[in-house]
């Protein structure tokens, strides 16, 4: 009867390869590929994400400024050209700061996670 496990060890003897170390060393290997992939993937994660809060903060930045534009010629155009109640500039006024405040506050919130 022919004993397998000594042919295979002749065969790998004869071709030069080691059962154990070349083995350990492919899982090695690929240990070290894999961890190293993820690390790149990781990075550009975070910098894609940088690029995209830079530009979202760009176009909050000029709606903020839009907004301190608008409501400075509502105030000279309400001495000026018409009359609007005191309760309504006020209404008005503090319900679209809320809405600028908020929209700013989420953005931040949904850019910059802390890990609380």
């Known amino acids: ?5 000594k042919l295979v060890q002749e065969i790998k003897k004869s071709q030069n390869i080691e059962p ?5 060393g492919s899982e090695q290997d690929l240990s070290e590929s894999l961890s190293s992939k993820k690390e790149r993937q990781e990075l550009k994660h975070k910098n894609n994400k940088h690029e ?11 709606a903020i400024c ?25 209404a008005l006024l503090s319900t679209t700061t ?8 989420i953005a931040s919130k949904w850019l910059y996670e802390t890990n609380e």
């Open 20 to 24: 154990q170390s070349e083995a350990q």
């Open 66 to 90: 839009a907004y301190i534009l608008l409501v400075f010629f509502l105030l000279i155009g309400n001495e000026h050209y018409f009359q609007l109640k005191g309760s309504v500039l006020i």
């Open 98 to 105: 809320a809405n600028i405040l908020g929209v700013f506050y």
């Open 52 to 62: 995209l809060a830079v530009e979202i903060y760009k176009k909050l930045f000029w």
């Open 1 to 5: 009867m022919v004993d397998y496990y």
